[in-house]
């Protein structure tokens, strides 16, 4: 068999592309004893192969297998372990129940007179015109500094804010 042939064989060997005709081939020239140095590293491989395939399994490991797939053994791991999750059910009930008697506590303690006494109330300004244009103004205000203050972040810290336009310029 041409060295060339066993090359592109094994070529195709690695990509999976072989029959098993050619592996069979590829065994075979592997098995002889003359075989160039620079493939005597695949010569283990198929060999094993074929030495594999001699190997027989005993009686006793079918009668191994037969024994436990006849007789499954079935564990259940229980999901809530009883020691820890009783006393954190009892924690909890008592913490609850704390909780609720102090809410109920509460609710009869304290004063009736919590309501909001819209009588006396006074509005701050007489006219809803007028209440408008002040929060109108301060709303100007605060966006007149945030736009300043983002102005400050972009520019360098060589030029100087405060300075009027004109002198910028210069």
């Not at 954190?88 to 008697?101: D, E, G, Y």
């Not at 209440?131 to 100007?140: D, G, H, I, T």
């Not at 300043?148 to 009027?164: F, N, T, W």
Request: charged share 25%; net charge negative; with cysteine.
């Amino acid at each position: 068999m041409d060295y060339k042939e066993i090359e592109q064989l094994l070529e195709s060997y690695w990509n999976g592309t072989t029959s098993l005709a050619e592996e069979e081939q590829l065994r075979s020239f592997f098995m002889g004893d003359t075989i160039p140095e620079h493939l005597l590293c695949y010569k283990d491989l198929f060999c094993y192969q074929v030495r594999q395939r001699e190997v027989e399994l005993g009686e006793e490991f079918d009668q191994k297998i037969y024994a436990a797939i006849s007789n499954p053994v079935v564990r259940i791991k229980p999901m809530l372990d009883r020691r820890w999750f009783v006393p954190l059910l009892r924690a909890t009930a008592i913490v609850l129940s704390v909780a609720f008697i102090g809410n109920v506590a509460q609710d009869i303690f304290s004063s009736a007179n919590d309501d909001y006494d819209y009588e006396s109330y006074n509005d701050t300004y007489d006219s809803a015109d007028v209440a408008y244009e002040q929060v109108s103004s301060a709303l100007l205000m605060v966006s007149e500094v945030i736009k300043v203050s983002q102005v400050e972040k972009m520019l360098p810290d060589s030029v100087d804010i405060s300075a009027k336009p004109e002198e910028l310029c210069e």
